[in-house]
């Protein structure tokens, strides 16, 4: 595949990526206000996820088709007096909300099953906390088109332990009660690391590998898609303490 054409086979994802998560962003907060009160902290829950989710990625992926439009992606901007790339200043927005992203995804788990966060839990947002402080530190050169392997896997781990438990917590649940939708949820998160991980690791030496942003995105996608349907579509889900079917 030729540079020219793995450029626009990302813009034009990209585009349409932001289009639909954009639209099932608006379709959330439009439909919530005339929705029954069941529900109604899981579903705001989820909201509030994608709408940081939507906000992130159109700095990330927004601002790497501003990039290529105008050139290649390190076209850089002028911020408080300093040029800043325009590709790093994307992923530093979408590496904050991203960690926000998955403590609202804990939050869910805990109240879909009505659980209590306990040790684990806790765990999972004290490797948040530590992530957005990692990522505060200049060594992360957000500027840079190939991150620093080591500050990129430093900021990544705690990342993938929220990301990864808080998959494992909704499974688990899901399993227990039988809970279609949230099983499908974590499975969904769950793919998405499966082609992440490849890239946090192997993109620096391989940047080809980076294609693989494409079907962990589309999984974010999935997941947008299944709790719109179940909990704002039409609201089908049973009380998550119900006994699982034999």
Same mark, same amino acid.
């Given at each position: 595949?030729? *540079?020219?054409?793995?450029?626009? $086979? *990302? ?9 639909? $998560?954009? !639209? ?7 439909? *919530?206000? =005339?929705?029954? *009160? ?32 105008? !050139?290649? %992606?390190? +076209?850089?901007?002028? %911020? ?7 590709? =790093?200043?994307? &992923? ?26 306990? &040790?684990?839990?806790?765990? %999972? ?8 402080? $990692? ?14 392997? !080591?500050? &990129? ?9 929220? !990301? ?45 590998? =980076? ?5 962990? +995105?589309?999984?974010?996608?999935? $997941?947008?898609?299944? =709790? ?17 079917? &034999?």
């Amino acid at each position: 595949m030729t *540079e020219s054409m793995r450029m626009w $086979i *990302e813009v034009i994802f990209n585009t349409l990526y932001l289009v639909t $998560i954009w !639209g099932l962003v608006i379709a959330m907060l439009r439909r *919530e206000p =005339g929705l029954p *009160e069941a529900h109604r902290p899981l579903r705001r829950l989820l909201t509030w996820a994608f709408v940081l989710l939507a906000f992130g990625d159109t700095g990330h992926v927004g601002f790497r088709i501003l990039a290529y439009l105008q !050139g290649d %992606l390190s +076209t850089t901007v002028n %911020l408080f007096g300093h040029s800043v790339g325009l590709v =790093g200043l994307g &992923s530093f927005f979408t590496a904050y909300t991203v960690t926000i992203f998955y403590m609202l995804v804990l939050l869910m788990w805990k109240t879909r099953f009505k659980r209590q966060l306990g &040790s684990f839990g806790w765990f %999972l947002l004290a490797s948040g906390v530590a992530r957005l402080v $990692i990522m505060a530190f200049p060594q992360n050169q957000w500027s840079s088109l190939v991150p620093p392997f !080591g500050w &990129s896997m430093a900021r990544n781990i705690p990342l993938m332990i929220q !990301g990864l438990g808080a998959a494992a917590l909704i499974l688990q649940d899901a399993v227990r009660t039988n809970d279609r939708v949230f099983h499908d949820i974590a499975i969904c998160i769950l793919a998405s690391y499966v082609f992440y991980i490849p890239v946090i690791l192997f993109v620096q030496v391989a940047p080809p590998v =980076g294609m693989l942003m494409i079907p962990k +995105t589309l999984a974010y996608v999935a $997941i947008a898609i299944i =709790g719109y349907r179940s909990l704002f579509l039409a609201p089908t889900l049973r009380p998550a303490d119900a006994s699982p079917k &034999s």
